[in-house]
Antibody
Framework: EVQLVETGGGLVQPGRSLKLSCVAS????????MSWTRQAPGKGLEWVAS????????YYPDSVKGRFTISRDNAQNTLYLQMNSLRSEDTATYYC???????????WGQGVMVTVSS | DIQMTQSPASLSASLEEIVTITCQAS??????LSWYQQKPGKSPQLLIY???SLADGVPSRFSGSRSGTQYSLKISRLQVEDIGIYYC?????????FGSGTKLEIK
């Protein structure tokens, strides 16, 4: 059974940093691209970052480029999201997702809440 | 950036009714389109990938189609467990972009 378990969320002040982790199980982690997607309270879904299966390439939207870094440890089956210079608009539930056929996100974690507030 | 215009924003339908949700892409995205269902308080779930392929475990009453740059999700016989918010996603090029969502309710 595929499982994605995110940790690391919480309350953080604007301008500070936070690192999310996602532990994957039930599949061969290093065969798949992975992504992070977020959802602000009461809002829609927003793609945040993607990483190739080897970790050699990463992709971001302009809204987080230069502030967020996606990475992975294939030996530990773990995906990360380092978030720096956090802003109030980064407040959201962050989902770890596996990327499947034609880049569809075929498995999602339960999500972790990040609140940026003073 | 590729814009995904999703309609309607909300939809109320009767049980057993046919429901259709559409996403219009601002440019050609081929079949790099997927559909998701998010039930209240839950994580999104993949329904359709590659515009027309049914994801594992998804009931066959769900189907996806494409006509040019317009993509549709059809629920052939609406069931009570289908309530939630539906999103499309284009993954043809970065930044990946979601539609704004369609909230589906039972009439």
């Amino acid at each position: 059974e595929v499982q994605l378990v995110e940790t690391g969320g919480g309350l953080v002040q604007p301008g500070r940093s936070l690192k999310l982790s996602c532990v994957a199980s039930g599949f061969t982690f290093n065969n798949y691209w992975m992504s992070w997607t977020r959802q602000a309270p009461g809002k829609g879904l927003e793609w945040v970052a993607s990483i190739t299966n080897s970790g050699g390439s990463t992709y971001y939207p302009d809204s987080v480029k230069g502030r967020f870094t996606i990475s992975r440890d294939n030996a530990q089956n773990t995906l990360y999201l380092q978030m720096n210079s956090l802003r109030s608009e980064d407040t959201a539930t962050y989902y770890c997702t596996r990327v499947g056929h034609t880049m569809g996100m075929d498995y999602w974690g339960q999500g972790v809440m990040v609140t940026v507030s003073s | 950036d590729i814009q995904m215009t999703q309609s309607p924003a909300s939809l109320s339908a009767s049980l057993e009714e046919i429901v259709t949700i559409t996403c219009q892409a601002s440019q050609d995205i081929g079949n790099w389109l997927s559909w998701y269902q998010q039930k209240p308080g839950k994580s999104p779930q993949l329904l359709i990938y590659g515009a027309t392929s049914l994801a594992d475990g998804v009931p066959s009453r769900f189907s996806g189609s494409r006509s040019g740059t317009q993509y549709s999700l059809k629920i052939s016989r609406l069931q009570v467990e289908d309530i939630g918010i539906y999103y499309c996603l284009q993954a043809y090029s970065a930044p990946l972009t979601f539609g704004s969502g369609t909230k589906l309710e039972i009439k």
